[in-house]
C-alpha cells in the first residue's frame, strides 16, 4: 500500500515501541488524519508519526514535504476541502526518502518541486524510485519565497541531519516548521541516523535565536510552544555532559551508553530503548569526531 515499504516497516516499529495506533503514515493511518490550523492560511496536516505543513496563498498553495504516495493523497484530498486553488509549489525539507516520497501527487496537480541545493546533488546521487527529482533549487542559507501576500523564509544552518536541512520561517504568522531537528516529548531517534549531534545542538542555538512563538513539527504533535526548541536542546547537552562525566570517571567505553540514565527525560516516547542508542551515537562522535 505504502509508496515506501521499508519505510512503513520501520514506522510500524516505531509506533509499536510509542504504543501508537498506526502502523505508518499510509493507509492505516488514514482514518487518523486531521487537518490544524495553526494560524490564517497555514496548516498542520497528518497523524502522529508524520506530519506535513501546508500554505494557503492569495496565489495557490505551497506544501512542506509528501511523506509517501498514500499521505500525498490524503493531504492533497484535505487542501482540496479547503481551497481549489492550484498547488504551486512542493518544498522538501531534506533529502530523506521518508519525508519526500510520492511528490508525483502534488506535481500531477502542477506544482513546482522545490528543494535546496545540497538536497537536489544528494538526491541526483541516490535517486529513489518513490522520490519525484526536484525541479528548482534553491542555495545558501536562506531564501524568500513569496506567493501572493505570503512570504516564507527557507532557512538553511548548515550540516545537521541529512543533507540541505531546510528550516520553514512563516515571519508573519510567527511560526516555524522543522523536521526531525525538533521532536517534542521524544528522545533521538534510534541510532539518531544521519545526524551529527555536535552540529544538531550548534543548529538548535542558532534556531532559538530566529523570532517566532510557535513551533509545527513533523513527528509525534503537529504544533507546540517555541520552548520545545530549548527542550530539545537540553536534552542533547544533557546527553553529553552525561557522556563526558562517564568518561570522565573513567567508565569502559564499551560499558558507557549502558551506564548512563537520564531521569529527568524518563517520561519521553523511546526512552527505555533509545536512551543507549542515543548515548552511542555522542560516544562515537566524541571518540571519532564524526
Ligand atoms: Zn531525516
Given at each position: 500500500m505504502s509508496g515506501n515499504p521499508v519505510f512503513g516497516k520501520v514506522l510500524a516499529a516505531v509506533?509499536?515501541?510509542l504504543g501508537l495506533g498506526v502502523s505508518s503514515p499510509g493507509a492505516d493511518a488514514r482514518a487518523a488524519y486531521k487537518t490544524t490550523q495553526v494560524a490564517p492560511g497555514l496548516y498542520s496536516f497528518g497523524a502522529g508519526l508524520a506530519?506535513?505543513?501546508?500554505?494557503?496563498?492569495d496565489d495557490g498553495v505551497i506544501v512542506m514535504d509528501s511523506f509517501d504516495r498514500d499521505f500525498a493523497k490524503a493531504s492533497l484530498a484535505a487542501i482540496r476541502k479547503l481551497t481549489d486553488k492550484p498547488?504551486?509549489?512542493l518544498i522538501y525539507s531534506h533529502n530523506h526518502y521518508d519525508h519526500i516520497s510520492g511528490g508525483e501527487v502534488f506535481k500531477a496537480e502542477g506544482a513546482t518541486i522545490l528543494a535546496h541545493d545540497a538536497t537536489a546533488t544528494w538526491l541526483e546521487r541516490h535517486p529513489s524510485a518513490d522520490v519525484v527529482m526536484p525541479d528548482q533549487r534553491w542555495s545558501g542559507s536562506k531564501s524568500e519565497l513569496r506567493l501572493g501576500r505570503s512570504l516564507i523564509n527557507l532557512v538553511?544552518?548548515?550540516a545537521n541531519h541529512g543533507e540541505g536541512m531546510t528550516v520553514f520561517q512563516f515571519p508573519n504568522e510567527r511560526v516555524i516548521y522543522t523536521v526531525d531537528l525538533v521532536v517534542p516529548h521524544r528522545v533521538g531517534f534510534a541510532y539518531m541516523p544521519d545526524?551529527?549531534?555536535?552540529e544538531w545542538e550548534r543548529t538548535l542555538s542558532e534556531m532559538d535565536a530566529l523570532d517566532f512563538d510557535r513551533v509545527?513539527?513533523?513527528?509525534?504533535?503537529?504544533?507546540?510552544p517555541r520552548s520545545s526548541v530549548a527542550d530539545q536542546l537540553k536534552y542533547l547537552r544533557d546527553l553529553r555532559a552525561a557522556i563526558d562525566a562517564e568518561l570522565k570517571k573513567g567508565t569502559p567505553f564499551m560499558q558507557i551508553p549502558n551506564t548512563?540514565?537520564?531521569?529527568?527525560?524518563q517520561t519521553w516516547d523511546g526512552y527505555a530503548q533509545w536512551l543507549p542508542m542515543n548515548a552511542w551515537r555522542v560516544l562515537l562522535e566524541i571518540a571519532m569526531g564524526v
Open positions: 509506533a509499536l515501541l506530519f506535513n505543513a501546508f500554505m494557503i496563498t498547488i504551486r509549489y538553511y544552518f548548515g545526524f551529527s549531534p555536535r509545527m513539527y513533523a513527528h509525534n504533535a503537529p504544533v507546540g548512563v540514565k537520564l531521569p529527568q527525560y
